[in-house]
C-alpha cells in the first residue's frame, strides 16, 4: 500500500489500503508491516476530519 499518506484525500484508497492489511495480518511474518500500514491510514482519516473541521 504504497502512497497512504499521499493518497489520503481518496476514499477508494482506504478500501484498498485495508484490504491489503487483511492479507498481510495472515502472513505473520508481515505483521509489522501491516501495523505500519495501519497507522498510516488511521493518521489519513484524522488529518481528513481534521481538514473537514476547517473547512466547515
Same mark, same amino acid.
Given at each position: 500500500?504504497?502512497?497512504?499518506?499521499?493518497?489520503?484525500?481518496?476514499?477508494?484508497?482506504?478500501? *484498498?489500503?485495508?484490504?491489503?492489511?487483511?492479507?498481510?495480518?495472515?502472513?505473520?511474518?508481515?505483521?509489522?508491516?501491516?501495523? *505500519?500500514?495501519? *497507522?498510516?491510514?488511521?493518521?489519513?482519516?484524522?488529518?481528513?476530519?481534521?481538514?473537514?473541521?476547517?473547512?466547515?
Amino acid at each position: 500500500c504504497y502512497g497512504v499518506m499521499a493518497h489520503c484525500e481518496h476514499p477508494q484508497w482506504h478500501t *484498498i489500503c485495508i484490504s491489503k492489511i487483511t492479507v498481510l495480518q495472515i502472513q505473520r511474518e508481515t505483521d509489522e508491516i501491516a501495523r *505500519i500500514l495501519f *497507522i498510516h491510514l488511521l493518521i489519513c482519516q484524522s488529518k481528513e476530519r481534521q481538514n473537514v473541521n476547517i473547512g466547515s
